[in-house]
């Protein structure tokens, strides 16, 4: 008999996120080995004392990561992007029902920083990523067809990006004066 698979939304959900992704996932790796616990006294006086909280910095820089290993340079597409993948989504921190950073407030905090402390501190941390063996130290051009694969954790390879990093944070720059050109002037009342 012919099954048919009718989709019904649950109420209540038992749902652990770091069951689903697999050990083996990338992002779950890398979440693993990369400690940015640095970057809160690093980043402190770059915020205010008052007012609502920030996105914060490890969270911030992670975003930043995914997009220039994802190659997504548009703050819009990155939170929409991440919103749609458990292992990133488990990689930031946030659980499936958590809500990301709305994309406006990714560009407001990278505008929160000084243009050379954010490039050196964007560097450090895929300096991280390529002394921890994750990520791959020069760029090269691989095919990206989806093939399920049986392959050993010893042969695990590098996530390599498609772009270097200073043409990746170039058209950041673009895309984010773009974004503040195109922004509405909001009139108080």
Same mark, same amino acid.
């Given at each position: ?61 992670? $975003?930043? !990561?995914?997009?220039?290993? #994802? ?7 990155? &939170?929409? /992007?991440? @919103? ?71 042969? $695990?390879? !590098?996530?390599?990006?498609? #772009? ?7 058209? &950041?720059? /673009?895309? @984010? ?13």
């Amino acid at each position: 008999m012919q099954g048919k698979k009718e989709y019904q939304e649950k109420l209540f959900a038992q749902f652990q996120l770091s069951e689903r992704i697999p050990k083996a996932n990338f992002y779950r790796r890398l979440k693993g080995v990369l400690d940015l616990d640095f970057l809160y006294p690093l980043t402190k006086h770059y915020y205010g004392s008052s007012g609502q909280k920030s996105i914060d910095p490890v969270v911030f820089f992670k $975003l930043c !990561l995914v997009g220039y290993l #994802e190659n997504i340079i548009s703050d819009r597409q990155l &939170i929409e /992007h991440s @919103s749609m993948r458990l292992d990133i989504l488990y990689f930031l921190g946030y659980d499936i029902d958590d809500e990301l950073p709305w994309h406006s407030r990714i560009s407001r905090t990278r505008g929160l920083y000084p243009e050379s402390v954010f490039e050196d501190v964007f560097t450090k941390v895929l300096s991280m990523c390529v002394e921890k063996g994750m990520v791959s130290g020069h760029t090269q051009a691989i095919d990206s067809a989806p093939v399920k694969a049986n392959a050993s954790m010893d042969t $695990l390879e !590098l996530k390599v990006p498609k #772009e270097d990093l200073e043409m990746h944070l170039h058209r &950041i720059r /673009h895309i @984010s004066t773009m974004d503040k050109e195109r922004a509405p002037i909001r009139q108080s009342k």
